[in-house]
């Protein structure tokens, strides 16, 4: 649907009419222009290139469909087809998009259903199926060039480690995907707490998850075996845990405030202070309160206060920063996992969820090699098909922009 203005003037609409023009005017000259390349190689082209057809190809830009015909050769050495000219300008093979718009189509899809996605990221003539957009995304490879800059600052790693309930296709309950949030420092902007050298990572396997943020602690962090971690969450005893799977620096456990002093309040009204809860006798006074409640959060506190005390002792240091809002599933997962409850196959959820972390890292997202390109053909005529080349490549009678781009193909392939 287009959204129109209520008063589209003349010269709106005359600026709209001369930009489409311009950019369809553009794009047919970039055609001829990769077609007036195919001629100039075909003309002094080695005597072992035999050429078998010419084969017309449309390839999807952020502006629009490009499309041009090039000639389709056998070489007789290597016994195999290739298109020269895909061969020289190293155009992915079987692709109908560019890498661009493949990313811009990732990047879409982990925020916005498959149907939108397809209409958001490529162009307005030129609309992507959800199936399009749904293949891209199981099919394609990528990875994520990670940003190792930091803020300098003394204070203390945090890490908090959740999980996030996802639908999944085949499976009757929701499942886990875990979440976990590092963060160095925190500033205060307007009672704000913004963390500071954040990393978001997810993954639905546990071992995975733990793998990379060991990863991430070395290669970022740069931390050693004798610093210290805090690692916060809820009362689950995997993230109890956790620690044990940290094996660049040491971990420490440290229940979460909020659920703790929660579960005080609710099952027994009390509003503690982090030296209240530290203190041996009014610790024995809450195990014996908490003890013949039923309540399940009140069973994980009592076992806590009972068995590890000690896990609550970081309260009392000024350098623990705690839990932040800010690190939550709620900010970065729930508006493509919530807020559209589509049903996924758990790996595609790990892809979008690695889309999704990548973005809020500042990462950058890599198209992977999933296309070869056809390998260039051995000119056996070596210089002499050079020479002919660049004296065939006359750009004199070109525009502007059109005899730069011949230039930089000349200068790049035929020098």
């Known amino acids: 649907m287009d959204i129109l203005a209520k008063t589209q003037s003349n010269f709106d609409t005359f600026i709209k009419d001369y930009i489409d023009t311009l950019l369809s005017s553009g794009l047919e000259d970039l055609g001829k222009l990769l077609e007036t390349l195919d001629d100039v190689l075909a003309s002094p082209r080695p005597k072992h290139l035999t050429i078998v057809h010419k084969k017309k190809r449309s390839i999807l830009t952020t502006l629009g469909l490009i499309s041009f ?50 209409r958001y990221a490529s162009c307005p003539s030129c609309p992507l199926s959800k199936s399009t957009v749904c293949r891209l995304i199981k099919s394609t490879d990528f990875y994520v060039e990670e940003v190792k800059h930091l803020h300098v600052n003394d204070a203390k790693i945090h890490i908090q480690i959740d999980e996030k309930y996802v639908h999944v296709l085949g499976k009757k309950h929701q499942q886990r995907l875990f979440t976990c949030t590092i963060f160095k420092g925190v500033k205060t902007v307007k009672k704000r707490r913004i963390l500071l050298n954040r990393t978001l990572i997810a993954h639905s396997n546990l071992v995975k998850l733990y793998k990379k943020l060991n990863q991430h602690l070395l290669h970022r962090y740069q931390v050693t075996l ?16 956790s620690p044990q799977s940290i094996h660049v620096c040491r971990a420490i456990y440290v229940p979460d405030k909020y659920h703790v002093k929660y579960a005080l309040r609710k099952t027994l009204g009390l509003l503690v202070t982090d030296h209240e809860i530290n203190d041996p006798t ?4 809450l195990i014996d309160a908490l003890s013949p409640l039923e309540d399940d959060d009140a069973r994980k506190v009592k076992n ?23 690190a939550m599933n709620s900010h970065f997962y729930s508006s493509r996992f919530d807020k559209l409850p589509n049903t996924f196959h758990m790996s595609t959820i790990n892809r979008l969820s690695t889309v999704i972390t990548a973005k809020h890292n500042h990462a950058k ?41 011949m230039d930089t193909l000349q200068n790049a392939y035929f020098r």
Do not use: W
């Open 282 to 285: 009014f610790q024995k006074t």
């Open 69 to 118: 015909h090039r000639r389709y050769y056998y070489d007789e050495i290597n016994k195999e087809y290739l298109f020269y000219l895909d061969a020289m300008l190293q155009i992915s093979k079987r692709s109908r998009m560019m890498d661009d718009v493949k990313l811009k189509l990732i990047e879409a899809a982990s925020e916005m259903s498959y149907s939108k996605a397809g």
């Open 226 to 241: 004798d610093d210290i971690v805090y690692i916060s969450g809820d009362l689950a005893q995997y993230i109890q845990q």
């Open 365 to 405: 997202l890599i198209l992977g090699f999933d296309h070869e390109t056809y390998d260039p053909p051995n000119l056996l005529l070596g210089r002499e098909v050079m020479d002919t080349l660049k004296y065939s490549m006359n750009t004199s009678g070109m525009k502007k922009y059109t005899r730069k781009m």
């Open 304 to 326: 806590l206060l009972k068995k590890r005390p000690q896990f609550i002792q970081p309260y009392l240091d000024s350098t623990y920063e705690g839990c932040s809002q800010e």
